[in-house]
């Protein structure tokens, strides 16, 4: 054998590191249009800092479902779409692939309400936000 483990390893780790290297350097894509030729496809839209900046908040959920409360009839009427605020904010808001559910279960609940219960909830997640942001990448991802 030409090279033990060892020095194949590393042949082979600096073989990868130089093809990245010469990748990089004369790629016509990088920044933000390679992350969109990666990601596009599986409906993952970029974030803006503002927007990543808001993320920490979206997930301060613990689960208390304070939220739900008074919301049995907006669940009935919407046939399915709309399962409960909570299971918005744990499950389809958290994947942005899943964005289009987010935001045709959001559209059961009135701004006002969002706002309303903005206040009631205990650690502060910020609903109507999170209703703009799902909203707008769904929007984006359809695109
Ligand atoms: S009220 Fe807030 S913490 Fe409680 S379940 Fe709803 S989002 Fe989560």
Do not use: Q
């Not at 935001?103 to 219960?117: I, N, Q, R």
């Amino acid at each position: 054998m030409l090279f033990s483990g060892r020095v194949l390893a590393a042949v082979i780790l600096a073989w990868s590191f130089l093809k990245v290297l010469f990748a990089r350097a004369f790629s016509r894509k990088s920044g933000l249009a390679l992350f969109h030729e990666n990601y596009d496809a599986d409906r993952l839209p970029a974030v803006d800092p503002d927007e990543r900046a808001l993320m920490p908040r979206f997930s301060r959920c613990i689960a208390c479902g304070r939220c739900d409360l008074g919301e049995a009839s907006r669940i009935a009427r919407s046939n399915g779409a709309y399962p409960g605020l909570m299971s918005v904010v744990l499950a389809s808001s958290r994947s942005m692939p899943d964005h289009d559910a987010a935001a045709l279960a959001l559209d059961h609940v009135p701004d006002e309400v969002l706002a309303a219960k903005e206040r009631e909830c205990p650690t502060g997640v910020p609903f109507v936000e999170l209703a703009r942001f799902v909203r707008a990448k769904a929007a984006l991802s359809r695109a």
